[in-house]
């Protein structure tokens, strides 16, 4: 499934009109019709729907809906909120096929009461305005939109709730709270986005007949990373493989104040199908961690005031891939240790406290050849791009991209959704998880689970893909079947791993 800009929503929608000379009324009944067949599936025939249609296209799929929903034998009302010159095209089409099969129509501005006359209303079908808008909602469409969301009615919007921008990067707006917002073609960005989410409600996202090309043209692939696409590329294991198949990984952190963030990242490794791991750390970390990860193997590492010190005894031969950073702190004596680590030809993973090094040392990026990974989270991101946390959080895709596209590497940008970027600026959003990662030690986790999928046999971006799906998954899991999202831990997540592979 895609995600868009406006402007890549309206090149599908030409490029399906013009190279493929599909009809845009065509289209839009497509669309309209799915929408009302998904509706129909959520309320009864007694339930009143007032369909509220805009200007613009938005508009049309609403005329479309309504005739289909009364057509079925709903009890419907099209409740236009511009004036009648303000329909055109196929819009105007759809509002004639509309009252041509009585539909009934009512005009905003000659409404005396408009809170009464929602009031009445047991459904409101939001197709005022969709990716058209620009700008702040201007009147009556503000005073509207608020009267809307002061209604306990069922609020479904069409395409994406009016006044929302479709793209990141938007503070302030006023749009529809809806309920559940019936997504056309491909998913809008702001789904994704902290602050702009929460108006969808929940969403689906239908197909309306768009050619698989008018979404190959597009410059840049997004997409949301699916149950579909994790089965396809996750990699199945034969009974004759034995561990070194399965990949030798090195993880490389941990200090006297932090030890169980290595213990943390190294288990996860090994629960998500690494073949063997090797924790390099201080003698006191080993100690203290070594019993929560018995199959894994150690290399001490000297220290300084509890902290990983050089790191250029650290032997990468036989590896197959390196996460380091875990735990590790910021004591400037460990800084080396990621020099050195970069070195190795094996992919690296950088997380934590080792992006904060790797900030004084950003050149380091540029001398290697084999894959990086980085896995900030938003206060790192922006730290890595001298930018506000705010900064990053209003643009995700744009801040993530432009940082793994400057630097040749992969960039794995935790939140909510996370963003997945490759080094060409290929994007793919998890979906999975919940609230109940939002806790220490989710991130040490991840990085295991990380470590463990890109030695298997995979891309380096779908193992990434797939590894943030497992990790959500398995907290989501957990939460079904036997935790909340106050008690769980991100060890509970390790363990619930196996949940995940055994659903899956
Ligand atoms: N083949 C197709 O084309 C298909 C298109 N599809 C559908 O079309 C939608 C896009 O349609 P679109 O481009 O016509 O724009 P749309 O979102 O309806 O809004 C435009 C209207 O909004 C108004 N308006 C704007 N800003 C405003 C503001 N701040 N405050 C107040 N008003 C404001 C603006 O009014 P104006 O400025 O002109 O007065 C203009 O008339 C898309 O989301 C999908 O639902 C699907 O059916 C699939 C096939
Ligand atoms: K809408």
Request: aromatic share 6%; hydrophobic share 40%.
């Amino acid at each position: 499934m895609y995600i868009v800009t406006a402007k890549e929503m309206y090149d599908i929608d030409q490029f399906s009109m013009d190279r493929v000379e599909m009809d845009g009324s065509m289209l839009m009944e497509n669309a309209g019709r799915e929408i009302a067949q998904r509706v129909s599936s959520m309320i009864n025939f007694e339930q009143a729907l007032c369909i509220l249609v805009g200007s613009g296209n938005n508009g049309g799929d609403g005329f479309v809906i309504a005739r289909t929903l009364l057509n079925m034998g709903y009890k419907v009302t099209v409740l236009q909120v511009v004036e009648d010159k303000k329909i055109v095209g196929h819009a105007a089409y759809h509002k004639r096929l509309y009252l041509k099969c009585d539909g009934i129509l009512k005009q905003l501005n000659e409404i005396n009461d408009v809170q009464e006359e929602l009031n009445k209303e047991d459904v409101i079908v939001d197709a005022m305005i969709g990716i058209g808008v620009k700008g702040d909602l201007r009147e009556p469409l503000y005073s509207l939109v608020n009267q809307i969301n002061r209604l306990d009615n069922l609020v479904l919007s069409v395409d994406i709730p009016s006044g929302l921008p479709t793209d990141e990067g938007v503070a302030d707006f006023t749009a529809v709270q809806a309920d559940h917002t019936f997504v056309i073609g491909a998913i809008k960005q702001t789904a994704f986005i902290q602050h702009t989410a929460p108006s969808y409600g929940k969403w689906e996202c239908s197909s309306i007949g768009f050619p698989q090309a008018a979404f190959k043209q597009l410059e840049m692939e997004r997409k949301v990373w699916t149950k579909a696409a994790f089965q396809r590329t996750f990699p199945e294991r034969s009974e004759y493989d034995h561990k070194g198949d399965h990949g030798k990984g090195l993880v490389i952190g941990g200090s006297s104040n932090m030890p169980g963030a290595l213990g943390l990242t190294t288990r996860a490794a090994l629960r998500s199908g690494a073949g063997l791991v090797t924790a390099a750390t201080t003698d006191s970390v080993i100690k203290r961690i070594a019993s929560f990860c018995p199959e894994a193997t150690f290399v001490t590492v000297p220290e300084i005031n509890g902290h990983l010190k050089y790191g250029n005894d650290i032997d990468y031969k036989g590896f197959d891939a390196v996460a380091i950073g875990i735990g590790l702190g910021r004591e400037a004596a460990s800084r080396p240790v990621i020099r050195h680590a970069a070195a190795a030809k094996i992919p690296l993973i950088i997380d934590g406290d080792g992006l904060t090094h790797l900030k004084a040392d950003l050149e380091v990026l540029d001398e290697r050849e084999e894959p990086v990974i980085l896995t900030p989270h938003p206060g790192e991101m922006a730290m890595l791009l001298d930018l506000s946390v705010k900064d990053v959080l209003m643009r995700p895709f744009h801040y993530a991209k432009k940082f793994a596209t400057d630097h040749g590497v992969y960039v794995v940008l935790k939140g909510a959704f996370t963003v997945i970027t490759d080094p060409n600026g290929k994007q793919a959003v998890n979906t999975t998880g919940n609230a109940g990662l939002a806790k220490g030690g989710s991130g040490d986790v991840l990085t295991g689970i990380i470590l463990a999928m890109i030695m298997q046999k995979q891309s380096i971006f779908e193992g990434l893909c797939n590894a943030c799906f497992v990790h959500g998954k398995s907290a989501d899991l957990l939460i079904q079947e036997s935790h909340s999202q106050h008690d769980l831990l991100a060890s509970d997540v390790i363990e619930g791993l196996s949940l995940v592979y055994r659903t899956f």
